[in-house]
């Protein structure tokens, strides 16, 4: 395959379900698209594929059509909104590790046919902490982890960070506190998560910023929009762009971890990761 141009590979995890994890995906993907980024955002919850419907959006074909050769990621791809592009999820696929080497081969041959029309690929998980996330978070240059104000969500977030960091090699995560009450909350914690990985891991966890609670994101659900077409001059909508802003900033890796192939390489590889994100 030909080599391409260093592409930004951000897994958005989080541990546990239920802390906002794909509407962030989703509205941060649209984010970067505002800002000129040519952005793909891969619905990789392999059993509870949503980030279509959460868009309202229809779509003919999935993940599952790309790795069984019977379609091109170009047919499987759904125009979202400000031009992003989904890759939308297969329940009928539950287990990356589980692919043939044919399959492997499609999947990698697939996304090279792109590679040189992306700047950002987007990779919205599961929750949880199964064989599959751990694979497409350890295999992404860059981890955001979504943390919320409960508290089996920083308990949650600290197993995943420990799995990834202890037996994976991944060594620096992003933090979001989403819906926040306060900036004081956010700060809190990430602190309270900081601590923890500070006293008991080799980790570096790094303070992204926080997501204000707005009831615009229910309502936006709801109508099956994003938040940024139902609302983007809410609060949350202006602290995502900030939040995107700063991803827009991150360097891309110019060695060959920061092109596509190698992050599919390593995603079909779990057992080869080490060291990515040190």
Not at 126 to 138: H, L, N, R
Not at 153 to 177: C, M, P, Q, W
Not at 228 to 252: G, T, Y
Request: proline share 3%.
């Amino acid at each position: 395959m030909a080599v391409h141009r260093p592409i930004k590979v951000v897994a958005v995890t989080g541990g546990k379900g239920g802390v906002g994890k794909t509407n962030l995906s989703v509205n941060l993907s649209i984010a970067l698209a505002e800002l000129r980024r040519r952005v793909v955002l891969m619905d990789a919850d392999l059993g509870l594929a949503n980030v279509d419907v959460l868009l309202g959006l229809q779509s003919r074909y999935t993940l599952a059509d790309v790795i069984n050769g019977s379609k091109s990621i170009k047919d499987v791809l759904v125009r979202g909104p400000a031009g992003m592009h989904i890759v939308p999820a297969s329940s009928g696929v539950q287990q990356m590790a589980n692919l043939t080497n044919q399959e492997h081969a499609a999947l990698i041959y697939a996304f090279g046919e792109i590679a040189n029309q992306l700047d950002v690929l987007m990779i919205d998980t599961a929750a949880g902490i199964s064989d599959t996330v751990v694979s497409f978070v350890s295999a992404a240059q860059e981890v955001i982890v979504v943390v919320c104000d409960e508290p089996s969500s920083i308990t949650d977030a600290y197993a995943l960070i420990k799995l990834l960091n202890v037996e994976h090699g991944v060594f620096r995560f992003r933090v979001v506190a989403n819906m926040t009450r306060s900036t004081q909350e956010g700060i809190n914690l990430f602190n309270k998560l900081n601590s923890a990985c500070d006293r008991f891991l080799d980790a570096s966890l790094q303070y992204l910023g926080h997501v204000p609670f707005d009831e615009n994101m229910r309502k936006a659900v709801q109508k099956r929009q994003s938040l940024m077409e139902f609302s983007p001059r809410s609060k949350s909508a202006n602290a995502i762009r900030v939040l995107a802003q700063k991803i827009d900033q991150w360097p891309v890796q110019n060695s060959a971890k920061g092109h596509l192939e190698f992050f599919f390489e390593r995603l079909i590889s779990p057992a080869q990761v080490s060291g990515l994100h040190s």
